[in-house]
C-alpha cells in the first residue's frame, strides 16, 4: 500500500458512531444534552466544593480535580463528534488528530491516579481514623495530584512522541468517533511492535497497578468495617467511601470491559458502542452518583440554594 508521513498527511477522516444519516439530528441532541449536563453538573460540584467550607477536606479535594479532569475529558471528544455530526464532515486535520489523542490519553491516566488517590483517602480515614488529619494533610494531597498530573503527562507524552514517528497507508479513516490510539496503530504502515509493547507496559503502570491499590484499599476498608460492632457503624463507614465505590465500579467496568476482556465477536460497532459508555457517559453520571448518594453534597447544595434564595428576596 502507498505510504505517506506525517510531513505529507493532512488529515484523518473519522468515520463517527455507526448510526443512519436520517438519525444524526436525534443523537446530535441527545450527546448535546448529555455533553451540558456533564460540564454543568461538575462545574456544580467544585462551585460547591469552593464555596462550602464545609467541603475543604482532602476527600473533595480530590473530587473538586476529579470534576475538573471528567469535564476536560469529554471536551476532549464530544465537541469533535458534535461538529461532525452537524456538518456532516469527516476530517480531522493530522495535528489535530494527535493533540485529541494526547490529551485523550492524558485526562484517561489522571482519573485513574485521582480514583487512586481518593481511595488511598478513603483507606486511611476508615482503617486509621486517629492519623487521619494528620497523615492526609495539604501537602500530602498537594503532592498526590501533582504526581498525578506529571505521570500522566509522561505517559500521553510518550504514546504520542512513538506515534508521530510512525508512517500511514493512503487508507487514512478511523473507524471511530475520536483519534483512538490503537486504531491509529491499525492505520500505519511502519512497524509498530514498539508501540504496542509501550502500549502493554503503560497499561500496566497507569491501568493494573492502580486498580490493584484501589482493590487492596478497599480490601482493608472491608475487613475493618467487618470488625465494627454496630450496624450503624458499619452503614456510617460504608457511607463514606459508597459513592467512590460506585464511580470506581463503574470507570474501571467499562474500561475493563472493552479492553482486557473483548469477545472474539465483537464487531466494530459494538466496539465503538462500548466506547462511548467509556467516554461520555462516565463522566456524565459521576455528579449524579456524588450529589445523589453523598449526604454532604446534597447539605452544601441545599446551604447554596438557600443562600440564593436569601439574596434574591
Known sequence: MKRENQSSMSEFLLLGLPIWPEQQGVFFALFLGVYLTTVLGNLLILLLIRLDPRLHTPMYFFLSHLALTDISFSSVTVPKML??????????PYAGCVTQMYFFLFFTGLDDFLLTSMAYDRYMAICHPLHY?????????????????ILSCANALY???????????????????????????????????????A??????AVIIL?????LI???????????????????????????????VSLYYGTIIGLYFFPSSSTSR???????????VVTPLLNPFIYSLRNRDMKEALERLLHKAKVLSQ
Not at 492502580?210 to 484501589?214: D, Q, R
Open 133 to 149: 488529619t494528620i497523615v492526609m494533610g495539604q501537602g500530602l494531597c498537594t503532592l498526590l495530584v501533582t504526581v498525578s498530573w
Open 269 to 279: 460497532d459494538k466496539s465503538t458502542i462500548a466506547s462511548v459508555m467509556y467516554t
Open 159 to 197: 504514546h504520542t512522541l512513538l506515534l508521530t514517528q510512525l508512517s500511514f497507508c493512503a487508507d487514512l479513516s478511523i473507524p471511530h468517533f475520536f483519534c483512538d490510539l490503537g486504531a491509529l496503530l491499525k492505520l500505519s504502515c511502519s512497524d509498530t511492535s514498539l508501540n504496542e509493547l
Open 217 to 247: 484499599s478497599y480490601g482493608r476498608i472491608g475487613a475493618t468495617i467487618l470488625k465494627v460492632p454496630s450496624t450503624k457503624g458499619i452503614c456510617k463507614a460504608l457511607s463514606t467511601c459508597g459513592s467512590h465505590l460506585s464511580v
Open 83 to 92: 461538529i461532525n455530526m452537524q456538518t456532516q464532515g469527516q476530517s480531522i
Open 199 to 204: 502500549i502493554f507496559t503503560a497499561g500496566v
Open 210 to 214: 492502580p486498580l490493584v491499590c484501589i
